[in-house]
């Protein structure tokens, strides 16, 4: 998996292409991951008696995995990344950049 909960990532594709967020959330399952600020929708709420009239609220939809990737601060993008033996650890490498992650 080249994301992790908390990174920073950018989006490459559908309606919210070039939007920026951190990672909230990783479904394994689906290949699906929750960006803060992204593919936000309206969901509509049952009445219940904590909220007896019901309502909307906004809420984070997950999206592919394939359609983000990880922002990169020294390259001002979203980069590809590749794992790098360091000694006794992998680390991720940006592909174009070099930049470290972890």
Known sequence: MHIKVNDEVQVM???????????MRILHKEGRVLVEGVNVRLKNLQKTQANPQGGQVEKEFAIDLSNVLLWSEKAGKGVRTK?????????????????KFD
């Open 13 to 23: 594709a559908g309606n919210n292409r070039g939007k920026r967020g951190k990672v």
């Open 83 to 99: 794992m790098v033996a360091e000694g006794d650890k992998k680390v991720r490498v940006g592909i174009p950049c070099g930049t």
